[in-house]
């Protein structure tokens, strides 16, 4: 375990296979005496405690890394003294976060994108995960790294993880739990303290259940979009609407994403039509 400080003399661990990303970052802290931001073993950041191996090198940071080179939105190093390095593959990295309350679908949503099937599953996601894909945009690849995170924010320790280093950050929540948009305000809060001048985007999930709902439920329903949509209109966040059950927009919504993220002036001015939320098929630019 070491730092940029303690290159020439990196502090030697032994850590169970029992142990959890948690508590290897509380033990982290307590032996560098510092609060800890980040994790990167093998030159990539360390997101689950079985990326480790026997003999291997972690290197912590107590800061937010920098997001991105502005010319080539190539993540690299910040000192060419870290055991950090440059990615070799050719095209623009894009790192992305989907957040949100248990149960709004996100594993299911980022499974639809990444391998194209749907997870009818239910089993709460304990571990975070990151899954990568090579996409087409505006005919160039862009190599996307999506993190998919538990439905909890109660982890201050954990969710710091979760936000440093990204170039997007999805909040996601299901139709069915719109009384919890409470939870989609508090990770925007965590991640403006965190991140100057973030990209934010919000997804509400599962709008195929909107053809299933009762008169009574469609309007309670309806009433609490009005709010969110509002709500996202005048703080000009972007507002997306998918189903990973019937594979509606779920593709569309990650490109629309890595557009925004590469080139934002493009993205705003592709024609994205500010419409109703029940008559806009596809992302709404708001």
Known sequence: LTTTETLDRPHRLLVPHSATLKSFIDLAEQVLKMEVFALYVNNQRLTDICQLRDGDTVFATDVVPSQHNGSSHRWHADDSKSCLSEYAEPGAQLRAVVLGPEA???????????????????AKTFVESEYDKCVQVHGDNVYMSVLDTAGELSDEKISKTWLADRNAYILALGID????????????????????????????????????????????????????????KDRRLYLFKTSAKENKKVHEMFISVASTCLE?????????????????PSALKL
């Open 104 to 122: 709004a679908g996100k594993t299911s949503l980022i499974l639809r994108f990444m391998h194209g099937f749907f997870k009818a599953s239910d």
């Open 177 to 232: 739990q719109l009384d919890q948009w409470s939870t989609i305000l508090q990770y925007r809060k965590a991640i403006r303290q965190i991140v100057p001048r973030p990209l934010i985007f919000v997804l509400l999930t599962k709008i195929d259940l909107l053809e299933r709902m009762d008169k009574s439920r469609f309007n309670e329903t309806k009433r609490q979009l009005d709010k969110i949509e509002g709500y996202c």
């Open 264 to 280: 934002p002036d493009r993205t705003q001015k592709s024609g994205l039509s500010v419409e109703g939320f029940y008559k806009q």
